[in-house]
């Protein structure tokens, strides 16, 4: 069975503090990807990143940063200099072997202040 | 901009009544998704058509009826709901069903059961 935790609810952060939000996942498959999907308030889940479990490069893009260790089964999501836009639910989430079912986290809420 | 394009956003329905909601992709996937998103929880996996046809059905109720009349176009239709099916509703595809390709989502319909 799969499992992803996002131990942490709900975030607040003042504007231009960084980030860290923490993903913890469970698989018996050797071959799995990794997503983290953004959900604002409109609903839209957008995509963020894709990472399989054969890459431990981190990933960079932007004011987002990415750290997969598979030593401690996380992939944790690091946001630079917060802005108010990045106010939203984030979602990680586990896709393994041949399953075409995506297992998502419970989701942290971040928001993001003046 | 999602490429994923969902109608209608919002959507009221009594009981007795009968409505299907439309999702359309033009990226060539073959595989098309929808989920159902309760407030603060994740989205729910509910059915998955892979070159159009059913793959998965992720027993969910037969009041709930998917259907994939090509390769571009997916609806979900509904029919004697109850209150408890009021959610957001996400349409989603991908290039296949295979796990390591990245499921993209629509902006969703918000349905509400009265």
């Known amino acids: 069975a799969q499992k992803v935790t996002q131990a942490q609810t709900e975030i607040s952060v003042v504007e231009k503090e960084d980030v860290t939000l923490d993903c913890v996942y469970e698989?018996?498959?050797?071959?799995?990807?990794l997503f983290w999907y953004k959900q604002p308030p409109s609903g839209e889940l957008v995509f963020l990143i894709r990472?399989?479990?054969?890459?431990?490069q981190n990933e960079i893009s932007g004011r987002y940063s990415w750290n997969f260790q598979k030593s401690t089964s996380s992939f944790n999501f690091t946001i630079t200099a917060s802005q108010v836009v990045d106010s939203a639910v984030y979602f990680c989430a586990l896709r393994g072997g041949t399953a075409s079912k995506l297992t998502f986290g419970t989701g942290t809420r971040l928001q993001v202040t003046l | 901009d999602t490429e994923v394009t969902q109608t209608p956003k919002h959507l009221v329905m009594g009981m007795t009544n009968k409505k299907s909601l439309k999702c359309e992709q033009h990226?060539?996937?073959?595989?098309m998704y929808w989920y159902k998103q309760k407030a603060k929880k994740p989205p729910e996996l509910m059915f998955v058509?892979?070159?159009?046809?059913?793959?998965i059905n992720e027993s969910v109720p037969s009041r709930f009826s998917p259907e994939c009349p090509n390769s571009s176009l997916l609806n979900l239709h509904l029919h004697a709901l109850q209150p408890e099916d009021s959610a957001l509703y996400l349409c989603?595809?991908?290039?296949?069903?295979?796990?390591?390709?990245?499921?993209?989502f629509g902006e969703g319909s918000w349905l509400t059961v009265v």
């Open positions: 990226m060539g996937h073959r595989a």
């Open positions: 989603a595809s991908s290039q296949d069903q295979s796990s390591g390709n990245t499921i993209y």
């Open positions: 698989t018996r498959d050797t071959t799995y990807y």
């Open positions: 990472r399989n479990s054969f890459d431990e």
């Open positions: 058509y892979s070159y159009e046809k059913l793959s």
